[in-house]
């Protein structure tokens, strides 16, 4: 029996690990859950998977946490620091699943153990590039990665040497409005934004997939975790999401993983890893009743994020915060109707143009950077 923690127990990518972690209970001890604000749900789960601890972000949600928990021995706390301690408890593996940089903190709490940690809050590593990769070698802790073009590689790497890799490939859906004009794009609502054409998945990663700010922040995920150079990563588009990624060697073999636009498809392959699990996925992967796959370049004048992202991360030190909390501050924006769709991208450059900061060393320098960087995207939104 091994032990786990998942930080976002009840998001998307939360529900789907405990989905599969149901279908094997007995192979697994549940130590801590984590929320946001919904209580409901994350008591359910505690009571559930009979959790040692349950922890929401949201501090004033203690009490209504500790009555849903009252008698039944599961510990209730609340706060970020309370999330870090959670995130501390001794877990063989680790699910990194919070939304945004709010995940950074505990994720590096959870690195810090030495152990295993499945990272899908790309945000956090985003923010704290070298910062945090350079935690997991100090304690020697395994980072798996989960975000499935990342998973996609990891298989296709399989132990090869970086040194023989000529080409990493991540691929993109292209989102929603992938063939609307920029005009079409200007009157683009939260609504039509949410709804992914393959993928189920939260509200801040479906706009980041149809702006293209998610194929930004996995360039930059995907070359802290595959150190082999910005030179040698690229991105397709490739609409039916079925090829997650490629690895193209230096002999001219590409490795390529396909598989069905299902989360929990990558979510096995950490949980399981080095080995094999079910999934709960009936259907083979039919390539004849699919036809097609498809590949096109992506277009940066209509979706300039990726062009943001490669020069954020040339740039380095708190570039890539600083894009990405002005984009976590212009989503929200959008989410909330105030800001158009096309004024995402805008307003992250805006921010990249007025704040530069230096390098930072430490967490507590990543997050002084990415509350400097809110402020100045707030203040791009209000005008000022
Ligand atoms: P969701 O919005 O579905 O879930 C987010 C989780 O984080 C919830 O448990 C939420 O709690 C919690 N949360 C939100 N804000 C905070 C906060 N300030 N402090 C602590 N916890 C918080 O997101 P997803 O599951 O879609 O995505 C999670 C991460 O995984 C993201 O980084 C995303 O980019 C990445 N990812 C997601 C994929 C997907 O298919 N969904 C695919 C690949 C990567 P509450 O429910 O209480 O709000």
Redesign the pocket.
């Known amino acids: 029996m091994r032990s786990i923690s998942i930080l976002?127990?009840?998001?998307?990518?939360?529900t789907s690990t405990l989905d599969l972690v149901r279908r094997s209970r007995d192979q697994w001890r549940v130590v801590a859950l984590?929320?946001?604000?919904?209580v409901g749900?994350?008591a359910r789960l505690a009571r559930e998977f009979g959790a040692e601890v349950a922890v929401?972000?949201d501090g004033t949600k203690l009490e209504a946490l500790r009555e849903a928990l009252a008698g039944i021995g599961i510990d209730a706390a609340a706060g970020e620091g309370a999330?870090v301690e959670a995130a501390s408890r001794p877990a063989d593996m680790t699910v990194a699943?919070?939304?945004?940089c709010?995940?950074l903190a505990p994720t590096m709490a959870a690195i810090a153990q030495g152990k295993t940690v499945a990272l899908?809050?790309?945000?956090a590593l985003v923010s704290a590039g070298e910062v945090m990769t350079a935690l997991v070698a100090k304690h020697g802790t395994t980072l798996l990665p989960?975000?499935?073009e990342h998973n996609a590689i990891f298989q296709c790497l399989a132990g090869s040497s970086h040194k023989d890799v000529r080409w990493i490939t991540l691929t993109a859906s292209g989102g929603p409005f992938r063939d609307w004009s920029l005009e079409q794009l200007q009157t683009a609502t939260a609504a039509q934004a949410v709804k992914h054409p393959n993928?189920d998945?939260?509200?801040?990663?479906s706009v980041?997939s149809a702006t293209m700010f998610?194929k930004g922040l996995e360039f930059i995920e995907a070359y802290h975790l595959f150190p082999v150079g910005l030179d040698r990563l690229r991105i397709i588009v490739h609409p039916q999401s079925i090829v997650h990624s490629m690895v193209e060697y230096r002999d001219g073999s590409t490795l390529a993983q396909l598989g069905p636009s299902d989360?929990r498809v990558p979510i096995a392959s950490c949980l399981a890893h080095p080995a094999r699990m079910d999934t709960p996925l009936a259907d083979t992967l039919d390539l004849a009743a699919i036809g097609e796959l498809t590949f096109r370049a992506p277009d940066e004048v209509r979706f300039p994020a990726t062009r943001l992202a490669r020069e954020a991360a040339r740039a380095g030190g708190g570039i890539p915060a600083v894009l990405n909390a002005a984009n976590e501050v212009a989503v929200a924006a959008f989410l909330a109707g105030q800001i158009g769709f096309t004024r995402i991208a805008a307003t992250v450059e805006a921010v990249l143009n007025r704040y530069a900061p230096a390098a930072p060393a430490a967490l507590d320098e990543v997050l002084a950077v990415d509350a400097e960087a809110r402020a100045v995207a707030a203040a791009v939104l209000a005008g000022g």
């Open positions: 976002g127990a009840t998001g998307s990518i939360g984590t929320a946001n604000g919904n749900e994350l929401c972000a999330l699943a919070i939304v945004g709010a995940g899908a809050n790309k945000e989960m975000d499935s993928w998945m939260g509200a801040k990663i980041d998610n989360m």
